[in-house]
């Protein structure tokens, strides 16, 4: 059973901080690393990719992915109010699987 | 380019009753999943379908079941409802095999279906 674990948070940061989201995953093969951004009621959203060791950044984001620990995480600078949602952690790639499986989400709120 | 898109957007049923939910995916997509997101989970793995031939199942019941058409859309049906199949049901495409593992999924706007 892969399975990718998640704090459900709500994680709570003023505006201007930096938010940090992470992530771990129980298949040592897994390959592919995805971040999900939801709002309520909506679809999930990708925001970030990572397939390599080390960071990769986008903007305000960065991801990071450790596999010999097998961790993810997902920076966020200059939160702002509108980043207030669900990020989900996607996991996917091992013996030639394309099903990513999904952690729970960690909530975020970004309060004035 | 054009995205996924879901049909119908909101579902009212009665439990027992039959469900068809419709999917069109991403143009150049090859690779149809389809998740089930129930209130403050993260989405379930329901199947998955590349050229018409089921890629993959998750822990469901087979009264879930599929089809993917050669234009690449699909269809999700679900026989004899329960109450708890009350959830978001999300539609993903992506390129999946035949490109690389490393296709993300590209996700439609969901039907959420209530089951009374």
């Known amino acids: 059973q892969k399975e990718v674990e998640q704090n459900s948070g709500p994680l709570s940061v003023p505006e201007g901080a930096i938010a940090s989201l992470n992530c771990t995953y129980s298949?040592?093969?897994?390959?592919?690393f995805f971040w999900y951004r939801q709002y309520s009621g909506k679809s999930p959203e990708l925001i970030m990719s990572?397939?390599?060791?080390g960071d990769k950044e986008d903007g305000r984001f960065t991801a990071q992915l450790n596999k010999a620990s097998q961790y993810v995480s997902l920076l966020i600078r200059d939160s702002q109010p509108s980043d207030s949602a669900t990020y989900l952690c996607?996991?996917?790639?091992?013996?030639?699987?394309?099903?990513?499986?999904f952690g729970r989400g960690t909530s975020l709120i970004v309060h004035p | 380019e054009t995205g996924v898109t879901q049909s119908p957007t909101h579902l009212i049923k009665t439990r027992g009753q039959q469900v068809t939910l419709r999917c069109s995916s991403q143009?150049?997509?090859?690779?149809v999943s389809w998740y089930q997101q129930a209130l403050g989970q993260g989405p379930q793995f329901i199947f998955q379908?590349?050229?018409?031939?089921?890629?993959g199942r998750g822990n469901f019941p087979p009264r879930f079941s599929g089809l993917q058409f050669p234009n690449y859309s699909s269809e999700l049906n679900v026989n004899a409802l329960e109450l708890d199949d009350s959830a978001l049901y999300l539609c993903?495409?992506?390129?999946?095999?035949?490109?690389?593992?490393?296709?993300?999924?590209?996700f439609g706007n969901g039907t959420r279906l209530t089951v009374t």
């Open positions: 993903a495409s992506s390129l999946g095999q035949g490109s690389s593992y490393n296709s993300p999924l590209h």
């Open positions: 298949d040592r093969g897994s390959q592919s």
């Open positions: 990572i397939y390599s060791n």
């Open positions: 996607a996991v996917q790639g091992s013996g030639g699987s394309y099903i990513p499986t």
């Open positions: 143009s150049g997509h090859n690779t």
């Open positions: 379908y590349y050229r018409e031939e089921e890629n």
